[in-house]
């Protein structure tokens, strides 16, 4: 059983950076794809970047490429998302999700889909706002 807590969330300026922090505990770190999902009040959650088990491969969606940089760290078990140029539009709860079933980002880009995983924390709230 994979657990998850997210923090770093809260209101920032427009223009302004974020770092977000995924906690883990249980389950096989080394072994698992990671990822950062986010949802809007009335929205669909929605893909926001993923990472592989090594840190060697990464992907973003398009609204986030070239400001947010997703990372992680074995050693404390944890995935970070860093945030810069924040936008109003990145306004949402942030979630973070684990796949312990694949530890890739495969060609099938089920990575960019809610059920791609099977693990997920409560989530972290993002205000961009002046």
């Known amino acids: 059983q994979v657990q998850l807590e997210e923090s770093g969330g809260g209101l920032v300026q427009p223009g302004g950076s974020l770092r977000l922090s995924c906690a883990t505990s249980?389950?096989?770190?080394?072994?698992?794809?990671m990822a950062w999902f986010r949802q809007a009040p009335g929205k669909e959650r929605e893909f926001v970047a993923a990472?592989?088990?090594?840190?060697?491969?990464?992907d973003y969606s398009d609204s986030v490429k070239g400001r947010f940089t997703i990372s992680r760290d074995s050693a404390t078990k944890a995935m970070y998302l860093q945030m810069d140029s924040l936008k109003s539009e990145d306004t949402a709860v942030y979630l973070c999700a684990v796949d312990s079933r694949s530890r890739y980002l495969g060609d099938s880009g089920d990575y960019r889909l809610p059920g791609g995983f099977n693990y997920w924390g409560q989530g972290t709230q993002v205000t961009v706002s002046s």
């Open positions: 990472i592989n088990w090594r840190g060697s491969t990464t």
């Open positions: 249980g389950g096989s770190f080394s072994m698992q794809r």
